[in-house]
């Protein structure tokens, strides 16, 4: 396979798509391939893309080396990357997604909180990598108390984004990584007074921001994306807990759901995704998805742009 892109080779250009342009610069679509319905789970592009190479074996030509269109271009790996990021890539400037790995039963973390780990390790990869396409990671006061997360981007290349903590009440400790490590640049959002009734404090550590916002409809996710997106951070990713990824998603914030389930029963512990469901099941959200393997486990990417701000101009954030 001459001159084939090896996954490294298509992550990296993967990395630099913000739109369609970003896409045909880097080889990986041709211009058009990435119009209308692209950012969706299965974006018009792949299927311009599945559907030219179809051509170009039936016609037994070579297919074009400038472009990773056809599997004759793609190294092994390769081909999945551009399968499971591309449409997200190509989603545009503005896009808020979350990842949840959950048990088979719908848990996040067992009973007393340990989340270490309920996916496997091609799941971490894959969170890895969607951090690595966000402008911004937010968690929860919840996970951050509970995990002592780095949110940074460890296990593929990229830059670590901007961590983000909603803590209306000013829980999370002053020593966790996120105030400390320095690692990437840090939003403690809060509200004007802490659990303790203390103010919070204006400053922590070097590059914390304290961002306090004035009541809890500033806190309500819409709210949230849109001050982020003032701040430059437009593509979000919501990476938990439960609660938090639940409220973004109940409020029509998110534009796709990552959940990953493995094949183990927890039987109790941290619940996943829940808000007040219908009473029938004709009335269920039932979203575009589209399944995946990562190892032992199952990936569904659910399509929420049909839910997503309805109602809303996006053009505004
Ligand atoms: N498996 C996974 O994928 C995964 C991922 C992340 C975390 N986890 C696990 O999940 C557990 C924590 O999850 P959790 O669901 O209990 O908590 P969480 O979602 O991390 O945090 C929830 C809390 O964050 C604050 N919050 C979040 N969104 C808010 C909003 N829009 N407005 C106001 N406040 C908001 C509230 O804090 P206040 O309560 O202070 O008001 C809320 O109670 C941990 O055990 C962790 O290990 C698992």
Do not use: K
Request: hydrophobic share 40%; with cysteine.
């Amino acid at each position: 396979m001459t001159g084939a892109l090896d996954a490294a080779e298509v992550w990296e250009r993967l990395r630099g798509v913000r739109c369609e342009a970003d896409a045909v610069a880097a080889g990986l679509v041709r211009a058009g391939e990435g119009g209308p319905g692209a950012g969706g789970v299965v974006g018009a592009a792949d299927t311009a893309r599945v559907a030219d190479a179809a051509d170009t074996r039936r016609a037994g030509g070579a297919a074009d080396p400038r472009r990773a269109g056809g599997d004759d271009d793609l190294a092994p790996g390769a081909r999945l990357l551009l399968d499971r990021y591309l449409s997200l890539c190509l989603a545009g400037p503005y896009v808020t997604f979350a990842q949840l790995g959950q048990s088979l039963d719908g848990f996040i973390a067992t009973r007393t909180g340990d989340a270490d780990y309920v996916t496997g390790e091609e799941d971490r990869d894959h969170l890895h990598r969607l951090r690595a396409l966000a402008d911004a990671v937010v968690v929860g006061a919840g996970t951050a108390v509970s995990d002592n997360p780095r949110l940074t981007v460890r296990t593929c290349s990229g830059a670590n984004p901007v961590r983000v903590v909603i803590d209306p009440r000013g829980r999370v400790a002053r020593d966790c990584h996120l105030f400390t490590d320095g690692s990437a640049p840090t939003l403690w959002v809060v509200g004007p007074d802490r659990e303790d009734g203390q103010a919070v404090p204006g400053r922590v550590g070097d590059g914390v921001e304290v961002l306090t916002l004035p009541d809890r409809e500033a806190f309500a996710p819409r709210a949230l994306v849109r001050t982020l997106a003032a701040r430059g951070l437009g593509r979000v990713l919501v990476e938990g807990g439960g609660v938090t990824v639940s409220r973004f998603l109940h409020e029509r914030a998110l534009h796709r759901l990552y959940v990953t389930v493995a094949p183990v029963l927890l039987g109790d512990g941290v619940p996943g995704i829940r808000f007040d469901g219908p009473d029938v099941m004709r009335d269920a959200l039932r979203p575009p998805v589209r399944r995946s393997s990562v190892g032992e486990d199952t990936l569904f990417e659910l399509d929420l742009r049909g839910e997503a701000f309805a109602g809303e101009d996006e053009g505004s954030l």
